[in-house]
């Protein structure tokens, strides 16, 4: 049974101390009508990354689901999903963390001065909606938070590890403020999400929907695709899996 807390921030708590996946109890919620939830676990026995991949979600991160039914039609709900990336990286960066953004969205710190970096949170968007408009989001964070280097997957990294332990309630409270302020200013999304970018600049190679490309990534647009200058001109990328390459 889950227990119930409150925060100071505009969404109401659903805590558990271990449970399947809060994206799927946030979906369970939303299709119940409900909005302004944040559905937190301790632990996750069922953690689900992008792409059908699993995401490790062991006691001692941060594990959230955000539902909310903004007004939008689906076209927009990729900048939740950036506004998220924003809230993480900006409560991280407040606890002593160097966290910038790999678009599109995953959280992570930079190694070195070559665009290589390790993964210190994700976010998972899913969405239920006509062709016009959403009807809700559920937007999960995975935060590698209080975790030691033995309990992260390959290529990750942890608060812990960066900065030390953080206040896991604290944290998630400026997270979900930094999200509430975002949603409620989607225009302020994309230059936020711009200074904190560390794939811009980077030579990239983009694993798209309509193949794969490589090029130097230059910027991204007003609705979050990325720009990339690639040997036969530029192209705008909205969805992909991108790896940031070593300079030539
Ligand atoms: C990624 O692949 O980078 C996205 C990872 C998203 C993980 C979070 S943890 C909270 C929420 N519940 C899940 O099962 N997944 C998301």
């Given at each position: 049974p889950a227990v119930e807390f409150e925060l100071e921030a505009p969404f109401s708590i659903e805590y558990h101390d271990s449970v399947g996946s809060t994206n799927d109890r946030a979906r369970e919620l939303a299709a119940e009508g409900a909005t302004d939830v944040a559905v937190l676990a301790d632990e996750q026995v069922g953690g689900r990354g992008r792409l059908e991949r699993e995401w490790s979600s062991p006691s001692g991160g941060v594990w959230v689901s955000v539902v909310t039914r903004p007004a939008v039609a689906p076209?927009?709900?990729?900048?939740?999903?950036?506004?998220a990336s924003v809230a993480t990286a900006t409560a991280a960066r407040e606890a002593g963390v160097d966290a910038r953004i790999k678009w599109p969205n995953d959280v992570v710190v930079p190694v070195g001065d070559d665009g290589?970096?390790?993964?210190?949170?994700?976010?998972?968007?899913?969405?239920?909606?006509?062709?016009?408009r959403v009807e809700w989001l559920a937007v999960g964070v995975g935060v590698n938070a209080n975790l030691d280097a033995d309990a992260l997957p390959e290529g990750a990294t942890s608060i812990r590890e960066e900065a030390g332990d953080i206040?896991?309630?604290?944290?998630?409270?400026?997270?979900?403020?930094?999200?509430?302020?975002?949603?409620?200013?989607?225009?302020?999304v994309v230059p936020a999400w711009r200074d904190l970018a560390l794939t811009i600049g980077?030579?990239?190679?983009?694993?798209?929907?309509?193949?794969?490309?490589?090029?130097?990534?230059?910027?991204?647009?007003?609705?979050?695709?990325?720009?990339?200058?690639?040997?036969?001109?530029?192209?705008?990328?909205?969805?992909?899996?991108?790896?940031?390459?070593?300079?030539?």
């Open positions: 076209a927009q709900a990729p900048l939740y999903t950036l506004a290589d970096y390790r993964k210190l949170a994700g976010i998972l968007t899913e969405m239920e909606g006509e062709t016009d206040d896991r309630r604290r944290f998630v409270q400026r997270l979900l403020e930094e999200f509430d302020r975002y949603r409620e200013d989607l225009e302020a980077q030579r990239v190679r983009v694993d798209r929907p309509a193949g794969e490309i490589v090029g130097e990534a230059v910027d991204v647009t007003e609705s979050g695709a990325l720009v990339v200058e690639t040997e036969n001109g530029q192209e705008i990328v909205t969805a992909g899996d991108c790896e940031h390459l070593r300079p030539v």
